[in-house]
């Protein structure tokens, strides 16, 4: 009986162990925060944050269209939206016969085993995580949760609330991975301009509360964290409305249904009527007209059909609103994003600092499909087979070496290879230099925790359950003689 208690309490510390080593990710999106904001305006704290890890000089490519919901998704699963079929803000999806947003809590939705947010691939992989309002976070998908989620899509709580979540998940709880999504300075960018004095106090704010995030880590994780800030895309100014859309240049009994963002306008037309919405969509000036077919390759956005019309207007001049709005009083935002995801102005932001990055590393930019793959790389996860969009192909210099890292990885570890992962993406080439657990919905606090004890770092969070291991085992073993 000895013998098989020591032998059951050598796994059990082998598995902790397992679980001490690996690296910590907090993932922060900032909606809306166009990559030369950094440039442009005085940010001390996200410059240097930056300039000492991982900067990517040209910012990061969205997914077309440049939206926050297909985005998000594809940072989260990386793939483009045509795979993972969220193909903008909202949309009408045929085959459910409902109108799906970001709010929607339909796991109908989510029935495709091969979509799999990096949440989930974790959870599958045992490896917990804090989804604090990325959307979606709160749908099921195929029965998996992560171990924290909240409940719904909401731009009422405020981004310090956000990061205490977030750094108490990481000191309280084995929590090892945490996607925390923020609004600004999107809110402030539609409503004022991408140039306006209200987006560039909201910057301000938000480089202070970078500090104020720095700070926390260090004092209360040995700046033991890895951080990935990033964005979903740009923002630029409105320049011209064309409307209204349907009264001017269509017959509304001959449609289906509609995808009208300002940038992007998807017809999904009535049985027999597609030549004649497509004659009518023609007449709008200064607009492309594309059939499903005969969209660009490059922005992957011909599919699924039950979700995409079969018809896409695009504005032929960055700027340039489509609006059904009947009045220029009744579209009043003054800024916008969703054109063409190679426009300067729709490049989003990415920058990185850690024990697992490089110091000082510069590159040309990255697809935000790659985000996925630098997620299971860095927390030693088997990535989905199906996530192809991206790869590490370009970015294998952003990693600290093996031999000078501060974390320890076993050379069986099963992070996945970067020579494995697909060679296909269409990542922009890069340079370097050197200068399942039980899940529970939560607002912003983990209701059904009892544990009350503070544990600064991995380390501690080692030595505490190493010792209650012992003490259970010892207990054990004097009852059993």
């Known amino acids: 009986m000895y013998y098989q208690l020591a032998l059951v309490q050598l796994l059990l510390l082998s598995a902790i162990d397992a679980a001490a080593n690996t690296p910590r990710l907090l993932i922060i999106s900032l909606d809306g925060f166009r990559h030369d904001y950094l440039n442009k305006y005085e940010l001390p704290t996200l410059n240097q944050f930056r300039n000492q890890g991982i900067r990517a000089n040209n910012g990061m490519r969205p997914t077309f269209t440049t939206m926050t919901f297909p985005n998000h998704i594809s940072i989260a699963t990386g793939m483009y939206q045509e795979d993972h079929g969220v193909i903008h803000n909202t949309f009408y999806d045929r085959r459910l016969n409902k109108t799906i947003g970001m709010s929607s809590r339909d796991e109908g939705q989510w029935s495709d085993p091969s979509i799999e947010p990096i949440w989930i691939t974790a959870t599958k992989q ?47 709880l084995p929590i090892q991975l945490v996607m925390l999504y923020h609004f600004e300075p999107d809110k402030q960018g539609h409503a004022y301009g991408p140039d306006s004095p209200e987006v560039r106090d909201t910057l301000f704010r938000l480089d202070n509360d970078t500090k104020y995030l720095l700070d926390r880590v260090k004092e209360e994780l040995n700046d033991d964290l890895n951080i990935i800030i990033l964005s979903d895309h740009g923002m630029t100014n409105v320049t011209k409305v064309v409307r209204p859309i349907f009264e001017k240049y269509l017959d509304r009994s001959a449609i289906e249904s509609t995808i009208l963002s300002g940038a992007l306008f998807n017809v999904m037309p009535r049985n027999g009527r597609t030549e004649e919405v497509l004659r009518n969509l023609s007449n709008i000036p200064n607009v492309t007209v594309y059939k499903r077919d005969e969209m660009p390759e490059r922005f992957h956005y011909s599919k699924p059909k039950h979700r995409l019309g079969e018809l896409t207007a695009l504005p032929d001049i960055e700027g ?94 099963s992070a996945p290879s970067t020579s494995t992962l697909s060679s296909s993406s269409s990542a922009p080439s890069t340079s370097s230099t050197t200068t399942p657990a039980t899940s529970r919905s939560t607002p912003m606090t983990v209701r059904t925790t009892t544990r009350t004890t503070t544990l600064a770092s991995g380390a501690d969070r080692f030595v505490f359950h190493r010792i209650f291991l012992c003490v259970i085992c010892f207990v054990a073993l004097f009852f059993t003689f």
Not at 128 to 152: D, M, Q
Not at 321 to 337: C, Q
């Open 126 to 172: 045992n490896v917990k995580s804090a989804v604090l309002f990325w959307p979606a976070c709160h749908n099921e998908f195929n029965g998996v949760r992560p171990l924290i989620y909240t409940s719904i899509y909401s731009d009422a709580v405020p981004y310090r609330e956000k990061i205490d979540s977030a750094i108490r998940y990481f000191r309280e």
């Open 320 to 413: 340039q609103i489509l609006s059904e709005a009947t009045t220029n009083s009744s579209y009043p935002n003054k800024g916008n994003h969703g054109w063409d995801n190679t426009l300067p102005s729709m490049q989003a932001i990415f920058m990185a600092r850690g024990p697992s990055f490089g110091k000082s590393v510069q590159i040309s930019s990255l697809n935000n499909v790659d985000i996925y793959h630098i997620v299971c790389q860095i927390l030693k996860l088997n990535p989905n087979p199906n996530a192809t969009a991206g790869s590490l192909r370009n970015l294998t210099q952003i990693f600290m070496p093996i031999e000078t890292s501060t974390s320890t990885l076993s050379s069986s570890s």
